[in-house]
């Protein structure tokens, strides 16, 4: 009688060999197409020109120069106002006020946000001020800025700052409120001093609030300002964009009433794609904040 038990025998080691089969990491180059959708300047100068068409083509349709002129001619009369150098002349003095009130709104915003982080008073103050002024338009205050300060450029940048103030200061309040607590236990374990706890925990963690009050408080302050030297530039006589806007219109130059907008457009477009999404790359997108 056989023995049925079963003779366990070892495995025989197996050694494969791994041959170049060629085929690695598969890596397409983009096309040319690809590569220029992916090039966001490409993609928002594609924007303006389109627009740029569909303002030539409506208004070659509408055929009424003193309604809508056309893209040309509007670049014909932006071209000569900037050659005779009454152009540059007017921009020139709506950026000096401009850059003053400007100034003036964020030194303020700076100090009444520092008084509003340190006490309970001054957050209270700070949400009273906010409530009453914010959504009062900063184009109603003319009547008596003229009173209180003439007809000068006081009167101007009064009606900025109040433009620009209360923007700054409540964004860049909500942005200090919305510090995570764990960064706030953070600074306070490595026993940062106060300036340092400012610098390097609140206003890195709020800088995102704070450029969108930035952003905000510039774009109020453009809108306050061309309004304003409308008024202003009237009675005085002189003044920047406002003011050219104004007597192009009074000529009924239509053209250049619109290379007048045309280039407080262009100076919009200049700070935020050179100035503000150069700030933001370099700190919030730097950061990892920010996709």
């Excluded at 389109?50 to 120069?65: F, K, M, P």
């Excluded at 150098?85 to 003095?93: D, F, H, N, R, S």
């Amino acid at each position: 009688m056989t023995d049925a038990r079963q003779v366990l025998t070892a495995r025989p080691d197996v050694t494969y060999e791994v041959t170049n089969t060629g085929v690695g990491v598969v890596e397409r180059p983009l096309s040319l197409y690809q590569r220029l959708a992916n090039h966001g300047g490409l993609r928002k100068v594609l924007v303006l020109v389109v627009l740029a068409l569909i303002w030539e083509v409506y208004a070659r349709w509408l055929a009424n120069d003193l309604l809508f002129p056309t893209f040309s001619a509007t670049i014909v009369a932006f071209w000569d106002a900037f050659v005779t150098g009454e152009l540059i002349k007017a921009t020139w003095y709506s950026m000096k006020i401009l850059f003053q009130g400007y100034a003036a709104g964020l030194i303020l915003a700076g100090l009444l946000t520092a008084f509003a982080s340190a006490t309970r008073i001054g957050a209270d103050l700070l949400e009273v001020l906010t409530a009453m002024f914010n959504p009062l338009p900063s184009i109603a205050l003319l009547p008596l800025a003229m009173i209180w300060f003439g007809l000068g450029n006081a009167g101007i940048v009064f009606v900025l700052i109040h433009a620009v103030l209360w923007s700054v200061a409540l964004n860049t309040h909500a942005g200090f409120r919305g510090v995570s607590p764990t960064w706030r236990m953070v600074g306070q374990n490595y026993g940062l001093s106060s300036f340092g706890y400012v610098t390097r925990i609140l206003i890195p963690g709020a800088f995102p609030s704070i450029l969108t009050g930035l952003k905000i408080g510039w774009a109020f302050a453009w809108r306050t300002l061309i309004a304003a030297e409308l008024v202003f530039g009237a009675n005085s006589g002189g003044g920047g964009l406002g003011w050219f806007i104004f007597q192009s219109k009074n000529s009924l130059e239509i053209p250049s009433v619109f290379a007048g907008l045309l280039t407080v457009i262009l100076l919009g477009l200049i700070v935020e794609n050179f100035i503000f999404l150069t700030a933001e790359k370099m700190t919030i997108r730097r950061w990892g904040m920010q996709t």
